[in-house]
């Protein structure tokens, strides 16, 4: 609520709500004209009023309501990306038939090289007998207890477990 006042014409905005009543009029009769021309509802629907609303809550939002609100625009992103290519497709389907073809076959080729990538080819070894890179554990005599694994500094990677420097090749740019 604002008080009755004198205000510059430069801080006011002009709004398409216009309100009948006489010329010094008291506050009690420009209010009665308010409700009965039921403005704040009015200006509730306005896009002016929503777009300030929606600026007043994304500033009071968490980090948290951030961060849900960008894992909903992600989902949403990604179900519009797979409609588009579901119409894309169909689209080249319909088009031409030569097309067609050529895409169902790429499509096909796609599907059944990530079948292959995911399933890597085993060999299959008998129940007694090991795969030839695997080495059998070193038998110990009766008695004997096994040695403990050799330590080393913490967040330190034995030589075996360190990955090959990569090789430089061709000519440095």
Known sequence: RVRRQAMPFKCMQLTDFILK???????KYVRKAWEKADINTKWAATRWAKKIDARERKAKMTD???FKVMKAKKMRNRIIKTEVKKLQRAAILKA??????????????AAAAAAKAKVPAKKATGPGKKAAGQKA????????KAAPPAKGQKGQKTPAQKAPAPKAAGKKA
């Open 96 to 109: 031409s038939p030569k097309k067609a073809a050529v895409a169902k076959a790429a499509i096909a080729a």
């Open 64 to 66: 948290f309501d951030r």
């Open 21 to 27: 009543f006489p010329h010094s009029a008291r506050q």
């Open 137 to 144: 554990p070193a038998q110990k005599a009766a008695g004997q």
